[in-house]
């Protein structure tokens, strides 16, 4: 667990994407999050897309804004390329802009995230002091949606004991 | 393009050229980039699926990502954008489809079963409901609409219909020797009657007449079978052949081939009206669409669908020519 979170600190340190509740280092000051793991081509996919846009749908927009980091990975190419960054930057902002969608991207222009990530998306939970505490890739299970909304918004609660959704 | 491209299209080339004599292509082009619209980091096109231009050149566009039709003038400049998020009038999912024709714009929606329409200012103007999915759609010089629409998972059939959506003929593209075939196509309508249908999971173009009589019917991409594999039980095609086709002033139906092709949506065949393979070219970079305007110039995309690229096509025997 230690390395993933040394991992994702880098990764976010290195993304340069302002406010996020995880500035930097390994411990992840600020409270609950979730990582959104979107692989960039299926956006163009109605099916694939439709659990990002369902999840969307049930966090409101200030939540999703405030506590959800999105990473946009993309499966061809081993090596960074600024013109292929650029391609999928453009593609998150058309499709989120349409959507209403106001989670904040990065592009994996690493890769590292890709085997964590199939095709469609994947939402990962971290808490500051346990890391990743949950991951999910669709379908959802019954329950999983309203699951994540609790969890970011419970920011400091205790609630994973109690619910049966973090078993 | 790199040095690998440059390499490759040459062997193309070569072989295209070597071909001639046992009947296969004669001509090849060369590409000359006039116009770029969109780009990497640019607000402009997210992922655009189709384009259509107008009789004053003006260049429209379907952009499946953000919902919408946009119209850019002549020279690339955005002019205004349509339609946003949704399934009520004017309203697109992931749009798919557009073509412009005299003063109305057609564009529709993956998976839908309308047809929404626009004016050239792209004022919305109506839904048309269509008998199925709508996978493919052309317009004829008199205002008719010929549209490929598909009811269940095999093959689609063509609808011949009026201007305000009325039917008037369909014909049916299944296959008696095969029921259960999956595949789907594209289609060009030609000025003078019939249409040309390119098959995206088989290696076969065809020219028919608007009462659906086979006139010809060709293999662009040489003719192998596509196999199919299992998925989930069901036996689908595996590679794609006709990614799209497009037709210009003069009646030419160009072929770009799907990941069958030597190079994936960068070889594009064309054929003289009469079913005859007479050129043959190879994209700098892979398209998912080709389209001919009115001066014979061709579109495709470039950068994953955020970028449009123009090219005028010059017969390389013109080029010599010029030289001598």
Known sequence: ?167 | MNTKHVFLCFVLAAALTAGAAAGRPSEDFKLVEDLTIGGPDKDELFLWTAVSVDADGNIYFADALDCSVKKFDPAGRFLKKAGRKGRGPGEFEKAVGVAVAGETVYAWDVYGRTVQVFDRELVFQRTLTMPGTVGAFDVFPDGRLAVAVRASIGLPAIFILSPDGTKSRVISLADPKDPSRIDTVGLVADPAGGFTLGYLFSDRIERRTENGDLIWTKTPIGGRPVEPENVQGLRVPSQTCVLSLARDVRGRIYVLGGNKAVHPGRDVFIFSPDGIIVGAFCLPEPSHSVYFDRQDRLYVSADGGVTMKRYRLVPRSAERASVR
């Open chain 1, 1 to 167: 667990m230690q390395s993933i979170k040394a991992f994702l600190a880098a990764f976010l340190a290195a993304a340069a994407v302002s406010g996020l509740p995880a500035a930097a280092g390994e411990s992840f000051p600020g409270g609950r999050f979730a990582l959104v793991l979107i692989d960039v081509d299926s956006l163009s996919c109605s099916p694939c897309s439709a659990p990002l846009e369902t999840l969307c749908r049930a966090v409101p927009p200030s939540v999703q804004e405030e506590r959800i980091i999105g990473i946009l990975t993309y499966q061809d190419g081993r090596t960074p390329d600024p013109k292929r960054a650029g391609i999928v930057r453009t593609k998150w902002t058309g499709y989120s802009r349409a959507g209403g969608i106001r989670i904040r991207a990065s592009v994996d222009e690493a890769h590292v995230f890709n085997r964590m990530n199939g095709e469609g998306i994947t939402v990962l939970l971290l808490d500051p002091s346990a890391g990743i505490i949950k991951r999910w890739a669709p379908p959802f299970p019954p329950g999983a949606v309203e699951a994540i909304v609790r969890f970011l918004l419970a920011r400091e609660s205790p609630i994973m004991e109690a619910d049966p959704c973090f078993r």
